[in-house]
């Protein structure tokens, strides 16, 4: 991705959480220069990996495979004892975040306003490929059973939780979509299984300065 789509998405992005009524930390308005004077008392954003991650998964087509999320809070299980992680993300219309699954992590994933959440669920089989059996699945704390690769529907306020071990996919219909999620200790380097394997983080071109820092180009605190 270009550092120039990176800055325009993240304002875009931001626009898009405000008129959703959503605000942000104030870390995240920090441009790389601020983030030049820091000290210890930044040390959970840092080491936590708290902030913006735009990412097109290494599809060059970051409108049609990508995400943007702000990291609001999170743990670290090397570090502390906080057992849990907050985002918000912009997933917009068509815009397809890849099949994957979790080897640890649990979250709900929460349709908080726009248009409506779509996805596909496969239980992994033991080689990690995707079966054809139907998924058993809590929609709002309500256990539902749903065929494997269906399109599931998930309308303003509501929400389902992803257990280890369920691959997912999804997309906003519609209009763009705020979504939620609150789950256990997010680690993106090591907890993330992709069918196709991809890359998580984008490589940037650095076709003019950064605006903003991603959650993984903070510099080393003072």
């Known amino acids: 991705m270009k550092r120039s789509e990176i800055n325009r998405y993240i304002l875009e992005t931001g626009d898009f959480f405000t008129r959703h009524g959503f605000y942000l930390p104030v870390w995240a308005q920090w441009s790389p220069q601020e983030w030049e004077t ?7 954003v840092v080491t936590n990996g708290l902030g913006w991650d ?3 998964f290494g599809s060059n087509d970051f409108l049609h495979e990508g995400l943007a999320l702000v990291t609001l809070r999170n743990g670290n299980i090397r570090l502390d004892r906080k057992p849990y992680c907050e985002k918000i993300m912009m997933v917009r219309k068509g815009q397809v975040t890849p099949i994957h699954f979790h080897w640890k ?5 929460i349709n908080r306003g726009g248009g409506e959440l779509c996805m596909r669920l ?3 089989d033991a080689d990690e490929e995707l079966s054809d059996k139907p998924c058993t699945v809590r929609l709002d704390g309500v256990e539902t059973t749903v065929p494997a690769g269906e399109t599931l529907r998930l309308a303003k306020g509501r929400s389902i939780t992803f257990t280890p ?3 997912h996919t999804f997309w906003a219909e519609g209009e763009d979509c705020l ?3 609150v789950s256990t200790v997010n680690d993106d380097t090591n907890d993330n299984r992709f069918y196709t394997p991809l890359g998580r983080y984008p490589a940037i071109d650095e076709d003019e300065p ?3 820092l991603l959650c993984n180009e903070y510099p080393t605190l003072k």
């Open 210 to 212: 950064a605006r903003f």
């Open 105 to 109: 992590k649990m979250e709900d994933i």
């Open 122 to 124: 496969w239980q992994a």
């Open 179 to 181: 979504v939620g999620e």
């Open 38 to 44: 820091k000290g210890p008392e930044c040390r959970e």
């Open 165 to 167: 071990y369920l691959y």
């Open 54 to 56: 735009i990412t097109d």
